[in-house]
């Protein structure tokens, strides 16, 4: 099968599924419009209804208007009938407006006849005698009037005796041709009284019952005086022609008597429907044919071939001869496109190759690099419970060694020892980039104090250093140790920048950025802040080097000799801060790198002194110990039962739980972050309050990947490894004096 036909047969197939959707929306659309059509059909009867009641109420506000005249009060028949005939003028819907005494005789009329009528043996007359309120309604065919509405209300006197009625008759053979004309004679109206007597007949030729006629009996009247609320019906009338009726349900219109429908051919109420979806059909298959015939005019005469030459491109490409070409002339549009892209791509695949190898090289750099962060966790914690044994230990030998001098120097020396390896920890995590920010409210120029020595020595003999610190500085939030290491960085970039020496100052001072201030990426920073400074007389940067100084990777450093990290890590730094950075060089004058920290708005807190040795740390309380290495287990367990605590101890998260599920009193959870075994320190605390409500929990922690996360609801805290005895009681009474929530 040649692609031409199989490229026929997929369009073919593509357009089935959306045709047919097409023709099933169409159908739909055709239910819809008659749906449409019968809603219609019913509001047009209940418009119908609706006026009908209006005319009706308004009626009955007229005969309450007219009850209260004066002109109506008297036995002067000629005056009553001239008045009533000047206010059928004003209102020419009704075709009489009369006076009846109540012994059922005709007093006055707008017609001014002078007849004597007897309507005792009226139906509203006899209704309208036992109302105290409201209107008696019955159509009726009068020889004067024709067909009308007769709309009777009582007027009685002050006592409630009846003086007379007031009788209109409204026009309802007028009120049904307006209707008609209204609804341009596309829909029949038929008014039947509850006899089932026609009261108002359709103008089409298919109707067969007169005015005056009965439809009592049929299905058609059936319909129309059902109670079951069927909104349509389909009636097939002796001809065979089939109409479609609704009937207005209007209460206070069947209570007059009176039922309207409205009716229309069925035929004539799909005819519309049924032409949209014949044109709409007529037009899908036209289009459809069309698009057909395009696409095969298409594959004959240009992709066919074209594509031949593409397939010739690809298998030369497979087979490795990069010098295939696709000769021209290209088409136009995609395949030409595509073609063009062919050859592109045939004379770039030795630089794609070259870039391929370089990014190879890179993402092999960057797993090394993850790689290491990961062992770099990993030893950070184990070594950090190594430490905290060693520590603890040293603290005991120190005590057990007070009286030998040199053995407790000896001693206080092994201690100074773990606490410099907790700091190398911290330090191997800083460079991974392991350890989250641990901001703090802290002076700036205190710290910076305090790496004075570092810092020179890092700078060597031949690099002048001075250090300006301003009194009186703000307090700013900053995580220490990330701060020590950012100088450190900027620090050795400058050392890098002067090999033959120089000068580098340090500089720590208040200031107030404006709008005109900008940061590295040239966007303004107003506020109050805490800036550190770091200035060289070095050999600078220019413009080109300055705009991508921050750019993770970039060095201008040999290869091997800088990793391009210093300054994006602290730039970062700075950023994750709240702060930002600004820097200045220009070659043979040196560089300034400003880091800004936001100043404080409120007073920092002041912590709480620690405890002084023995004061009141020790307790009786039970503590229960979770830690999975056995050396750090044994020595928590004898420090906590040192201090008079009662301890019971496991090496995972499920021993635990079920140590909890026994029972005993148990005022306090401690155990370390991550354990093997698949359930890490929160977990298990969660768990645990759970089984017990009110524990305290105390988590320990020589390093995690992720900050710890305190479940909700739970009141902790966190002890970091390694520890002395004195962090240890001091955190143990402060977690178990916790009031609780």
Known sequence: MSLRTRLLILVIAAMLVPAILVGLRFVQNRASEIDAALANLAASADDIAS???EKIQGTAQLHYGLARARDLDTRDKAACSAFLSDVREEYPQFTGILTIDPDGRLFCDSLRTNRTLDL????YFKEVKNLHGGVAVEPVFGRLTGLSLQIAYP????????????????????FAEFHDKRLLSEKDILLVDANGTVLAAPKSGGWSVPVGGSIAGSDLFHFAAGSDGEPFRE?????????????????????????ILVGRSKDGLVAAANRRLYEDMAILAVASLLLLAGLWILTTVSIGRQVGRLAAMAKSLGRGDLSARIPEPHPGGELGGLMTLLNSTAESLEQQRAAIADLSHKLSQSQKMEAMGQLTGGVAHDFNNLLTVILGNSEHLADRLAGNKELQRIADDIATAAERGSDLTRSLLAFARKQPLRPREIDIAEQVTGMKQLLQRTLGEHIESSFTLAPDLWRASVDPGQLATAVLNLVLNARDAMPDGGKLTVEVRNTS????????????????????????????MNSEVLGRAFEPFFTTKEVGKGTGLGLSMVYGFAQQSGGLVQMQSEPGQGSVVRLFFPRLATSPNEEPPPAAPGAALEGRETVLVVEDDGMVRAYVENELKALGYRVITTSNGPAALDVLRRSGDIQLLFTDVVMPGGMFGPELARQAVQLRPGLKVLFTSGYSQDPVKTPDGIDARILTKPFRRQDLAAMLRSALSEPPR
């Not at 005792?120 to 139906?123: F, K, Q, S, V, Y």
């Not at 109409?243 to 007059?256: F, G, T």
């Open 155 to 174: 007027v009685r006197s002050e006592a409630g005796a009846l003086k007379f009625v007031l009788l209109a008759s409204f026009n309802l053979k007028k």
């Open 235 to 259: 009636i097939t009338d002796r001809g065979g022609r089939t109409q479609i009726w609704a009937v207005a349900r209007s209460p206070s219109i069947r209570k007059a008597g009176l039922t």
């Open 120 to 123: 005792n043996d009226r139906g």
């Open 513 to 540: 950025l404006g709008e005109s201030d900008l940061d590295v990426n040239g966007e303004p920073r107003p506020g109050d802040y805490v800036m550190l400074a770091v200035k060289d007389t070095g050999s600078g």
């Open 51 to 53: 006026d009908l009641g």
